[in-house]
């Protein structure tokens, strides 16, 4: 891209940022002129786009003050009429006018007849109609930098006085980043699909231990952080942008969802692929880019755990994978702030757009999956450590507590209290094993749980938090569980399967990990047998 910027003030601070355009400059102050000289370096072949940034205050000159009227606010918008029309192969882009917060008029100015409010509003609206009548002019709405980023913060005096120079080096880094996004999105090279995970991300909580009614989703607290994030991705959606849930869940507990939780305000016909099992999802996100017949450079994934993002951001790297906010508080503003305009931008929005989830959707079972990942290599490389503590009595609160909530990785789904778990912890015939997670993101604390009995044999309870799942952990604590009964002089172990309706993704756990099925009741529990070497 080859552009010349065209200013009435000294805007050369700006060239070292557009890189990797190739942008020279014009005359300082000839905006005016170069705009209305066919002989001008702007009206020649060697550029493919015209930067019109002006200063408003600069272009008002003493109308400011209320000293006569905008002449140059007027003949800037004849000349750029002009040169749009007459040169419809080049692209023009131009920011809307805005001017200082101190008026003159103070309190005075929205009502008095030289209202600078009134003048900007005018200009503006004269701005837009050409615009509209000319494609090639890209409109560049400055004043929401002012909004986001205040006065204070991108004007300086002491450049202004010095060398003509009317922006801090702030306002210059904002203006650069959203010219370049604003040319993006004028030429359509905006990401199409917003993925998004469902637990602590579309909603607070874990659906799976909470049920679909018991998520942070309301108009109050925590729950309205949610919710407006919802209202943002249901309005991008409107623009075009396909939705596609990417979540390790079971399907009937987001069925649960949108069907029971009134509080939702996306709905299932609102996304155009939805993959919620319990695969990998680097293999789920090439799932639905086979599905949606797109490249996974049109993703933008937003997941809550750094984790699932690393994995993500290693297995498939055109994913665009934006660090999640911090503070809840911050997600609705940085989402619409910090990713629509960075990878959603939008200059024009057709009713074909409107109508995308409708044809994706309809495209789904067309698709096949093509790639795979070598999810061995990325858990090398994430560093797990787990620690196990026999027998805690320290956390017997938590112990409980994993048995009460954990329902997806749960064997037998047992449901222990206070006194259960004091029981097993003084029995000296059970062992109360505790899994402490930590990987290099941090650590996940307590989130797996086996109870074991060596009068029987048995694994009385195995369970794992949906939040490592998934990462081959399950597979250290039944190492352990074999070595404490190798400890205690047992040659075998006997496990059981009970089955209920959130837990069907462990149904087979049993029969993958070298354990023979002895015995299958007609409710579906299953009781296996492993014999240690």
């Known amino acids: 891209m080859k552009a010349l910027l065209l200013s009435n003030i000294n805007m050369q601070p700006l060239g070292a940022l557009l890189k990797p355009w190739d942008v020279t400059f014009g005359e300082f102050n000839s905006i005016l002129l170069d705009l209305a000289n066919p002989a001008s370096p702007a009206a020649s072949g060697e550029f493919t786009h015209i930067l019109c940034l002006y200063d408003s205050d600069t272009m008002m000159g003493d109308a400011l003050y209320g000293d006569g009227a905008a002449v140059q606010c007027e003949s800037l918008l004849a000349v750029l009429e002009s040169f749009c029309a007459t040169h419809p192969g080049k692209v023009v882009v131009a920011n809307t006018f805005c001017f200082d917060a101190a008026r003159w008029l103070s309190f005075a100015d929205l009502l008095h007849p030289q209202?600078?409010?009134?003048?900007?509003?005018?200009?503006?609206?004269?701005?837009?109609?050409?615009?509209?009548?000319?494609?090639?002019?890209?409109?560049?709405?400055?004043?929401?930098?002012f909004r986001c980023h205040g006065e204070d913060a991108l004007l300086s005096a002491p450049f202004w006085y010095l060398g003509r120079i009317r922006y801090s080096n702030q306002m210059f880094r904002s203006l650069a980043a959203l010219l370049h996004q604003a040319v993006d999105a004028y030429a359509n090279r905006s990401r199409k699909v917003l993925v998004l995970d469902l637990d602590n991300t579309l909603w607070g909580g874990i659906v799976g231990e909470t049920g679909p009614l018991g998520i942070a989703l309301s108009e109050d607290g925590e729950g309205r952080c949610y919710r407006d994030f919802q209202r943002e991705v249901k309005a991008l959606q409107r623009t075009g942008v396909l939705l596609a849930i990417c979540s390790k869940n079971n399907p009937g507990d987001l069925d649960e969802v949108f069907d029971r939780n009134p509080m939702m305000i996306l709905r299932r016909e609102d996304f155009a692929c939805i993959r919620a099992n319990w695969e990998p999802k680097p293999q789920n996100l090439l799932e639905i880019a086979e599905t949606l017949n797109l490249g996974v450079d049109s993703f933008v994934f937003i997941d809550d755990n750094p984790v699932e993002r690393e994995m993500v951001a290693t297995a498939v790297p055109g994913v665009a994978v934006p660090v999640f906010p911090e503070?809840?508080?911050?997600?609705?503003?940085?989402?619409?702030?910090?990713?629509?305009?960075?990878?959603?931008?939008?200059?024009?929005?057709?009713?074909?757009?409107?109508?995308?989830?409708?044809?994706?959707?309809?495209?789904?079972?067309?698709?096949?999956?093509?790639?795979?990942?070598?999810?061995?290599?990325?858990?090398?490389?994430?560093?797990?450590?787990?620690?196990?503590?026999?027998?805690?009595?320290?956390?017997?609160?938590?112990?409980?507590?994993?048995?009460?909530?954990?329902?997806?990785?749960?064997?037998?789904?047992?449901?222990?209290?206070?006194?259960?778990?004091?029981?097993?912890?003084?029995?000296?015939?059970?062992?109360?094993?505790?899994?402490?997670?930590?990987?290099?993101?941090?650590?996940?604390?307590?989130?797996?749980?086996?109870?074991?009995?060596?009068?029987?044999?048995?694994?009385?309870?195995?369970?794992?938090?949906?939040?490592?799942?998934?990462?081959?952990?399950?597979?250290?604590?039944?190492?352990?569980?074999?070595?404490?009964?190798?400890?205690?002089?047992l040659a075998r172990i006997v496990g059981e399967f009970i089955p209920t309706r959130k837990n069907q993704q462990v149904a087979a756990f049993y029969d993958n990990h070298g354990f023979t099925l002895l015995s299958e009741q007609e409710d579906g529990r299953k009781l296996y047998e492993r014999i240690l070497a």
């Open 327 to 489: 503070r809840i508080e911050n997600l609705p503003s940085w989402f619409m702030r910090d990713i629509v305009p960075a990878w959603f931008g939008r200059y024009a929005i057709t009713a074909e757009d409107r109508n995308k989830t409708t044809q994706y959707r309809a495209n789904e079972e067309r698709r096949q999956l093509s790639s795979t990942l070598d999810l061995d290599a990325f858990l090398r490389d994430l560093e797990i450590e787990c620690t196990f503590h026999i027998d805690p009595v320290e956390q017997i609160a938590r112990v409980a507590q994993l048995t009460q909530k954990t329902n997806q990785f749960n064997l037998t789904t047992r449901r222990y209290e206070l006194p259960d778990i004091r029981r097993f912890l003084e029995s000296p015939d059970h062992a109360v094993v505790l899994l402490e997670y930590k990987d290099r993101f941090g650590t996940e604390g307590s989130v797996g749980l086996a109870i074991l009995d060596y009068a029987e044999s048995r694994i009385d309870t195995f369970l794992m938090s949906c939040r490592v799942i998934g990462r081959k952990v399950e597979d250290r604590v039944l190492g352990k569980i074999c070595e404490l009964f190798r400890e205690r002089g």
């Open 115 to 145: 209202s600078l409010r009134a003048a900007e509003n005018r200009l503006n609206d004269r701005l837009i109609d050409i615009a509209r009548t000319n494609p090639n002019l890209l409109l560049l709405d400055i004043e929401l930098l």
